[in-house]
């Protein structure tokens, strides 16, 4: 932070007060210093001593108070944050002495992931001075400065749940560290309330960072090492060096009475480690009351547990004294480490236990020095004086010999164990009933090598004996093994869990039911006796050189492996040694659109070509070169190269960070030593100056490039012969505004100029707007390049191709006028006016009229030319052609003509005809398809012939549909529908009803002719009531009791979930437009 002063500075320096924009600044940097009152232990804060001192330069022109920074308690005995308010911790006051002053405050590195944050402190106003407006604050971010979400992933548990300072308890926390962790370890933070570590007996020194040395006093540590705690002793931080770490601690035993307290402590996110999900923090109560309960492991059953039986071992617990809320967490031992998971089910939250929780990380394995097995460490929660742990016989497929196990309670912190009784269960495990005949089983595998650079197809088969049994439904699992943990990740599959499914393996005659838990083998379901299995190596970026596996038939309870046939042996190699490949040469050097000419590029290739072939890179600097000048490689079509295939996807666009264009790279297979690429030339109708462009071939994977040769294919595209004398060929446009709303029909005339001669098999010329996709603006369909145009009218001539992008069209003239018309199409996007300009471009063949070589025009949604009344009543009529009219207020008659119109009758009682300006229904004449909203007021509307959407609006409306099929909607009001009937037309009507609209009546409702129409989103059949009320159907809501319509001389009976349909809202015209 920089000061300047203009004037006098007074003898004792100008204190200034500096506010920062939000609370806890500070605490980003270094020089926020916490200490205890030693009477109270309150917390409090203040600048740090060296900070301040201006001896050691972070203090410059100037004098800061260690007590100006704000902590909310001028007594400087505690801290108070709801006093200080965004002033804690940030705001503080500076003397300045000297006319340039400023304050150097280092940021401080805690290690913790956060977001950048930015922050502003501000130079308030104050006594003895004035803020220069202009320089008054200062704004700055803070940032970790390193990428997040890197690094190994922590996660943490604690056990017990339970401390009592009368034993004292101690305390386990357990970390878990999965991923590659650094030599020098990585550093984690656990943050607690203030002063949690207080409750714990022990005693550290606490350097300023975490880097620092320090010695702690009274705490075990495993697989890493105390690193300090925060200001606040209320976390620590930790140095983790083994994938299974942990912290013993026990709590410290008072003299003050505190009740039970229970404590959280979560481990923060950290710039160079992540913090698992659902495993990031855990409690703890302290109990300074009560002892210990006394729990003992009284009785187990049965002692014989049998798979085909699928028996349930029942572990029976008492405890004598209290069990705290949070439950007493006792430890089981067991020393056989395959006895839970795979003989047992492992404890968990999910299964019938009485008064027993199973907390998350509750297991640890113990191993030696020499990370052998040593035990296995259980870890259960009892809530009730007697509780029931049971644990379910895993069935498995894989035949065992009985065996026995011991499950032994321990003693543990947070309770005792009864020292006069056994605490042990000990039970057999066997497979029980089994097949007295086996399935007789052989396996087999080819190839004997796999190479990564290759992906080659491993190929298992199994072949079951038919002199032995095989199932005739279910089919038989059987489990092939290697003993490697994650074998299967030598191959391009995804496993699962034991029961979940694999993927990217194809096996005929079976499936692929999961893998064990290390991955090393696989479950696979035999349906038929003969089953194969193929799978591709994957090629990962690791040098590993050969690798050999072998795969075990596993013997099981229903099948053996036949002997000398039950396993397999394969190698995997990264990579066959790679073939040399050099563009050796091309031809011809001219390429000519006139004459047809296809360039050859000519690659040779010494070394081993791979089955699959070697693809290889070629790097083109033209974006325009593939597809316009030279036709892009291809396996489509007749194939003309040798030694060459071309597959999907093999082009790659590069672009800068801009999106703009840097290179394309084109990959190709190559098959043969000798192999050609024969790309001919585009022969288009474009005018162009020659251009020359060059393709080299580039480094790539699976092969290397002779470095001596040029590796590069240099030629030139010309035009070649073209006509001297060439036709004029002009444009022209009629009518130059279109509207959606009328499908207004575009005419477009070509001409060729007077003087001009037409060749005798017509002359291609290319239109072309510049506006991507513009041809979908018109009701056609349009192909690529060489395909059709339907949907359009087209004499004198014909439609060709379109562009790639669909700007524009190919036509080829075989009369000097050709005309094309085509009408706009209608989409459901309102997009408002857009303008698009069509050119002639420059042929070979034709010049281009100076005076007719381009049109413009433009495409509304909707026709702009509005008919606007006035606030008075007046008689409007429209035009026969399609009008828009807006009798705005007065009690006005407005009739559209005969034309396509849109009528908004505004306020007033108004009378608003579709068609002519009479009473007549004009019944059998022609009219047409309009669109009617009669606006506040009782209007009287009739749609007349044609095909017509009205509504009312509000006010009591009488609505007359009169001939065609209409779409009539009452609007609020109870208003008066007649479809057809009274005006003796015909059609099948449309009545639309929504929530609170008002009770409406239908004089001429058809059954099985007209409909009822429900508004999407307000309701539907279900929520009706249809009852009988004299001659008349009730047509009702049933949650609201309300009636929306009155059907005259219509039986309820009649009416069937088929009479309605579900409409789209339409309460503007523009939503009207989308249902015509």
Not at 184 to 210: H, S
Not at 502 to 510: A, C, N, P, R, T
Not at 652 to 666: A, M, P, R, S
């Amino acid at each position: 932070m920089n000061f300047s002063v203009e004037g006098d500075i007074p003898e004792g320096g100008i204190t200034v007060n500096l506010e920062g924009d939000v609370a806890r600044i500070m605490q980003q940097f270094t020089v926020a210093q916490t200490r205890f009152d030693a009477e109270t232990g309150n917390i409090l804060y203040r600048f740090d001593n060296g900070f301040v001192n201006p001896d050691n330069g972070f203090v410059v022109g100037g004098i800061l108070d260690r007590f100006s920074l704000e902590d909310g308690d001028p007594s400087e005995t505690n801290s108070n944050e709801a006093a200080a308010g965004t002033g804690f911790l940030s705001n503080f006051s500076f003397t300045i002495t000297e006319a340039t002053a400023s304050i150097t405050i280092p940021v401080l590195d805690d290690l913790i992931e956060e977001p950048d944050q930015t922050f502003t402190y501000t130079l308030a106003e104050g006594e003895g001075y004035t803020v220069n407006s202009n320089a008054s604050s200062g704004t700055f971010t803070v940032t970790d400065g390193v990428v997040g979400g890197i690094g190994p992933t922590v996660e943490i548990s604690s056990t017990p749940g339970t401390l009592y300072e009368s034993e004292p308890t101690a305390i386990t926390i357990n970390l878990r560290t999965r991923g590659e962790i650094p030599d020098e370890g990585v550093v984690v933070f656990v943050e607690g309330p203030p002063r949690a570590i207080a409750e714990f007996d022990v005693n550290a020194t606490n350097p300023r960072l975490p880097e620092a040395e320090t010695v702690v006093e009274g705490i075990v540590v495993a697989g890493g090492s105390i690193v300090g705690t925060n200001e606040t002793a209320g976390g620590f931080f930790f140095r983790v060096t083994e994938e299974f770490s942990s912290i013993s601690v026990p709590v410290f035993q008072d003299d003050v009475v505190e009740g039970d307290e229970t404590l959280v402590f979560t481990l923060r996110d950290g710039e160079n480690y992540q913090v698992r999900e659902g495993r990031e923090s855990f409690s703890v109560t302290i109990n300074d009351t009560d002892t210990p309960p006394i729990v003992t492991l009284t009785s187990s059953s049965p002692t014989l547990l049998s798979e085909s039986e699928g028996s349930v071992l029942e572990l029976n617990f008492s405890a004598i004294g209290t069990i705290p809320e949070s439950g007493t967490t006792v430890v089981l031992e067991i020393t056989d480490p395959l006895l839970l998971g795979e003989q047992i089910g492992r404890p968990s939250g999910e299964g019938d236990n009485v008064g027993i929780t199973i907390p998350r990380g509750s297991r640890t394995t113990i191993n030696d020095d020499d990370g052998n097995f040593v035990k296995l460490l259980q870890r259960i929660v009892i809530t009730e004086a007697n509780a029931t742990l049971r644990l379910p016989v895993v069935d498995d497929i894989l035949k065992e010999e009985d065996a026995s196990y011991t499950i032994t309670l321990v003693d543990g912190e947070g309770y005792n164990i009864d020292a006069a009784a056994a605490n042990t269960a000990t039970f057999t495990v066997t497979d029980g009933e089994v097949p007295t005949e086996l399935t007789s089983i052989s396996l087999s595998s080819t190839p004997g090598t796999l190479y990564e650079s290759e992906q080659t197809v491993l190929s298992l088969s199994l072949v079951a004996s038919r002199q032995t049994p095989f199932p005739e439904e279910g089919g038989l699992v059987v489990f092939i093994d290697s003993d490697v943990p994650a074998a299967l990740g030598e191959f391009d599959i995804n496993g699962s869990a034991r029961t979940g499914e694999v993927e990217g393996v194809v096996v005929s005659g079976g499936e692929i039911v999961g893998t064990d838990e290390d991955a090393s083998g696989f479950f696979l379901r035999m349906d038929e006796r003969n089953v194969n299995i193929r799978v591709p190596v994957f090629p990962d970026d690791i040098a590993e050189g050969t690798e050999t596996f072998t795969f075990t038939l596993v013997p099981g309870e229903a099948y053996e492996g036949r002997d000398g046939s039950d396993s397999v042996t394969f190698a995997i190699e990264d990579a066959v040694e790679p073939p040399v490949v050099t563009l050796a040469s091309s031809s011809p050097t001219l390429v000519s659109e006139s004459e047809g000419s296809v360039l050859e590029l000519n690659f040779s290739t010494t070394g081993t070509i791979p089955e699959s072939g070697t693809t290889v890179v070629m790097e083109i600097t033209d974006p325009n070169l593939f597809g316009e000048q030279i036709t892009a490689p291809s396996g489509r079509g007749e194939n003309i190269n040798t030694g060459i295939t071309i597959s999907r996807g093999f082009r790659e666009t590069i672009t800068d960070e801009d999106g703009n264009f840097v290179k394309v790279l084109q990959r190709l297979t190559i098959t043969e030593p000798n192999a050609v690429l024969r790309l001919p030339v585009i022969d288009d109708i474009f005018k162009e100056e020659d251009a020359s462009y060059t393709i080299t071939l580039v480094d790539g994977e699976g092969y290397n490039i002779d470095a001596a040769a040029a590796n590069t294919a240099t030629f030139t595209v010309t035009d070649g012969v073209i006509p001297e004398t060439v036709p004029v060929v002009g444009i022209n446009a009629t009518p130059e505004a279109l509207y959606e709303s009328d499908q207004t029909v575009l005419t477009l005339s070509l001409n060729i100029e007077e003087g001009s001669v037409l060749p005798e098999d017509g002359l291609v010329v290319f239109i072309d707007s510049g506006s991507p996709g513009v041809l979908g603006e018109f009701a056609i369909n349009g192909n690529a390049r060489t395909g059709l145009v339907e949907g359009i009218v087209v004499t004198g001539g014909e439609i060709v191709g379109t562009d790639d992008d669909v700007s524009g069209f190919f036509f080829r003239l075989t009369d000097p006028t050709a005309i094309i018309t085509v009408p706009v199409f209608q989409d459901e996007v309102v997009e408002g006016l857009e303008t698009f300009t069509f050119n002639l471009v420059q042929g070979e063949a034709y010049d281009v009229s100076p005076t007719q070589g381009s049109i413009t025009i433009t495409i509304d949604d909707v026709r702009q030319d509005i008919i606007v009344g006035t606030e008075d009543g007046e008689t409007i009529v429209g035009s026969d052609t399609s009008d828009y009219i807006q009798a705005l207020g007065g009690n006005d008659t407005v009739a559209g003509g005969l034309g396509d119109d849109i009528i908004e009758g505004g306020d007033g009682d108004d009378i608003l005809r579709g068609d002519r300006n009479d009473r007549s229904t004009q019944d059998g004449e022609p009219g047409g398809n309009d669109i009617i909203f009669g606006g506040a007021g009782n209007d009287r509307i009739g749609g007349k012939a044609g095909n017509d959407i009205l509504s009312g609006d509000a006010g009591d409306d009488l609505i007359w549909g009169d001939d065609g099929d209409d779409i009539i909607m009452g609007g609020v009001g109870n208003d008066i529908l007649v479809g057809d009937n009274f005006s003796g037309g015909s059609g099948s009507d449309l009545f639309v009803f929504g929530n609170g609209d008002g009770t409406d009546t239908i004089l001429d409702f058809e059954v099985g002719i007209d409909r009822i129409g429900l508004v999407e989103g307000e309701l539907t059949f279900a929520d009706l009531t249809i009852t009988q009320n004299g001659n008349d159907a009730l047509l009702g809501i049933t949650s609201s009791g309300e009636t929306l319509a009155i059907l005259k001389g219509v039986q309820a009976s009649a009416l069937e979930a088929s009479s309605f349909e579900i409409v789209s809202i339409f309460s503007t015209p523009e939503e009207a437009l989308l249902l015509m």
